[in-house]
């Protein structure tokens, strides 16, 4: 697709979101979150089975699920 196309196809879409301009990149700021460390974890066959169901991202998709605990159980 040429950038025009895309560009007609994004604008035709309610549910896309804008196209970044270079104004967004200029007043963008990066996130940094803790680097990640690799652990092995012995989880139920289903439950990963689920969770690799939802496609790529699936352990950060975990990671997230356990955060949100996490920071219920902080109060």
């Keep these: 697709m040429t950038d025009e196309e895309i560009e007609a196809a994004v604008a035709s879409d309610p549910d896309a979101a804008p196209i970044a301009d270079e104004a967004w990149f ?42 949100r605990y996490m920071e219920a159980q902080r109060g």
């Design 26 to 67: 200029r007043e963008a700021v990066a996130l940094r979150r803790d680097r990640k460390e690799r652990v092995g974890i012995r989880l139920d066959r289903d439950v990963l089975n689920w969770f690799r169901s939802k496609g790529r991202g699936y352990q950060t998709h975990i990671n997230d699920v356990l955060r």
